[in-house]
Every structure is written in C-alpha cells, then in structure tokens.
C-alpha cells in the first residue's frame, strides 16, 4: 500500500533560519513525489516534484526536497526562512490515479 | 493562478439539500480531481475523471456523485447534505494521470446549517 507520513504537525523556525519539513513515504516500485502548500483560504499551490534524476529537486520560492531512497525520505528545505513561508505544507505520493497526501504540517516563521 | 476555476467559493446550505460544485480544468488538461479538505479527516480524494470517464475512486459517499462532460468541465454533486459534509472541496487538474503535475482550483467552502 502507498503512503505518505509528515511526523511534524507543526514546524517553528526563526526567520533567516533554514527550515526542514519532513516526509517519509511508503510504496513499491519508483515513487513520484509532490510538495505543495496551502496558504490561508487558499488552495493548494505546487511547490515541486520528484520523477526521477537528481536527488536535489528545486522548486518555486526557493524550496528545494532532497530524496532518499535508502530512507525513503523526500524533506522540504529552504536555506532561509521567510516570514512569507508560513503556511501549511503538503507532502504527496503519486498512486495510480491520484495523490496521496500527507497529513500536512503548518510551518511557522517567527520574525 | 493555477489555471483550474471552481464555482461558487462559498455556498451555505441547509441539511437534506442538495448542491452542485462545477470545476473547469487548466486548458489542456484531460483529469479532473475532487478532493475534500476537513479539519478532522485532513486532504481526502474524493473521485478521478479521465477525458470523461471515471478512472478512480476514493472515499466518496453513496450520496455524493460527479462526471466529466465533453467539454472536460467537471460537476460534483453533493445530496442529503449533512452537518458533516460541511468542507473545502477542491477540484484540480492533469494532463493525463500518474507523474503529471496535478493542480489545484481555490475551492468551494461549503457549510451546512
């Protein structure tokens, strides 16, 4: 079965600060994995995706996700934390026909 | 602006009504996604269309149904309303399927009273 796993509900960082949110996920064969994040009363926005190639994948405002495959881990990173970061942030698995999102956690930069 | 336009953001309704959510996907895009975002139950796939044909389903209610009609614009209704059907329901698009990007419309909060 596939699955997604954000351990954090909730991230704080000081503003300058680099930032890590953390995913783990859970399926056989290649995985396609998606950050996305969702501003207040908003929907969600796509940050960045992993397919296949470099294990550093680079996004929209900076962020960029490391995978690992021997740790099954694809975590969110930005060198410098934005107050304009703060949100909530999606990981998600690509199955067959749909995502399969995490449980989400909200990130908080602290000015 | 991701491309993907939902009507109506807001809608309040009364229990045992009825509602229609329409979707039209980014210009190109054959897949449209219903997805139902709740505060206990978090991002819940709701139902795939693929160029008009149902492709998967998730955790969609017996009273909860929708389609994809030629024009690759999308309807999600929602009947028998209850308490707790009151959500943000997202629509969002594809391409195809597995790999592409997937979108997302603003949504459609619905609250039932």
């Known amino acids: 079965a596939q699955s997604v796993a954000q351990p954090e509900d909730q991230v704080n960082v000081a503003e300058g600060n680099p930032l890590t949110v953390k995913c783990t996920y859970s399926?056989?064969?290649?995985?396609?994995l998606f950050w996305y994040v969702q501003y207040p009363n908003r929907g969600l926005q796509f940050l960045l995706k992993?397919?296949?190639?470099?294990?550093l994948v680079k996004g929209s405002y900076g962020f960029e996700a490391e995978f690992n495959k021997s740790q099954t881990s694809f975590h969110l990173k930005k060198p410098s934390a934005l107050v304009s970061d703060s949100a909530l942030y999606f990981c998600?698995?690509?199955?067959?026909?749909?995502?399969?999102f995490g449980t989400g956690t909200r990130l908080t930069v602290i000015p | 602006d991701s491309g993907v336009t939902q009507t109506p953001k807001h809608l309040i309704t009364a229990t045992g009504q009825r509602v229609t959510l329409r979707c039209s996907p980014r210009?190109?895009?054959?897949?449209v996604y219903w997805y139902q975002q709740s505060l206990d139950q978090g991002l819940q796939f709701l139902i795939q269309?693929?160029?008009?044909?149902?492709?998967a389903k998730g955790n969609i209610l017996e009273r909860f149904s929708a389609q994809q009609f030629p024009d690759l614009h999308s309807e999600l209704n929602l009947s028998s309303l209850e308490l707790g059907d009151s959500a943000l329901y997202f629509c969002?698009?594809?391409?195809?399927?597995?790999?592409?990007?997937?979108?997302f419309g603003e949504g459609s909060w619905l609250t039932v009273v």
């Open positions: 399926v056989s064969g290649n995985p396609y």
């Open positions: 969002a698009s594809s391409l195809t399927g597995s790999g592409n990007t997937i979108y």
């Open positions: 992993y397919i296949t190639g470099d294990n």
């Open positions: 269309y693929y160029n008009g044909e149902e492709r």
């Open positions: 210009s190109g895009d054959l897949s």
């Open positions: 998600a698995l690509t199955g067959a026909n749909n995502l399969f």
